[in-house]
């Protein structure tokens, strides 16, 4: 199996929309979090607005959906910032240099 990443075409404002992740139809609403030591969070619905999971913080250097893998999301959620992996996300460079990825394994033919 080798890895695919897929770019979550993102915007620095708050923003719903669906998007096919893994084969599966999803609702995501992105948000930001004036609280200190918060900041931009998703959450993730089914195609009616269900909720499958909330309030998932934009967490650098980890998959955003570690832990949640009972819930049959086929791939994992990153954040990557240009130049620095690490460096969290702010309220201006979201969907500029600050990304979020959805990365799921595909068969390499082999």
Known sequence: MTPTDYLIPLTNQPQEFEIT???I???LTVRWD???DAGWM????????NPIACSIPFV???D???G?????ING???IYTNGDPFAVPTLDDLGDTSNLYFETSVANGQ
Do not use: P
């Open 42 to 49: 998703v959450d993730i619905a089914d195609t009616n607005g």
């Open 34 to 36: 004036d609280r200190e």
């Open 64 to 66: 955003l959906l570690s």
């Open 21 to 23: 992740l893994g084969g």
């Open 25 to 27: 139809d999803y609702q």
């Open 68 to 72: 949640l893998e009972y819930l049959g």
């Open 60 to 62: 650098t250097g980890t």
């Open 76 to 78: 994992s959620f990153y």
